[in-house]
């Protein structure tokens, strides 16, 4: 089992930055490939951006990419999602996820935190 917590979300003006973090407890984190993904009001979950176990290979999706940068620290068990020049497009509620291998299919993640809230005002 393994227990995610997210935080780092807010409000913030369309241009502007935030840094999540998603925080692991329980079995091996470094086992797990960590993917980001957001769900709008009224829209189904979307992947976002995937890391590798050693953190040594990314993938975004193409609307953020060139924007965000996601990150591990496996010594602090923490996934970082730093979201820069963000729009109002940006905004939902934000949630990391483990997996056995890098996937951009939620089908594949096996352990979901409840989210952040990320809201970008134009």
């Known amino acids: 089992q393994v227990q995610l917590v997210e935080s780092g979300g807010g409000l913030v003006q369309a241009g502007g930055s935030l840094r999540l973090s998603c925080a692991a407890s329980?079995?091996?984190?470094?086992?797990?490939?960590m993917g980001w993904f957001r769900q709008a009001p009224g829209k189904d979950r979307e992947f976002v951006a995937v890391?590798?176990?050693?953190?040594?290979?990314?993938y975004y999706t193409a609307s953020v990419k060139g924007r965000f940068t996601i990150s591990r620290d496996n010594a602090n068990n923490t996934v970082y999602l730093q979201m820069n020049s963000l729009k109002p497009e940006d905004t939902a509620l934000y949630y990391c996820a483990a997996a056995r291998g890098m996937s951009v299919s939620r089908s594949n993640y096996y352990y979901w935190g409840q989210g952040t809230q990320v809201t970008v005002s134009s």
């Open positions: 329980g079995r091996t984190f470094s086992g797990y490939a």
């Open positions: 890391i590798n176990m050693s953190g040594g290979s990314t």
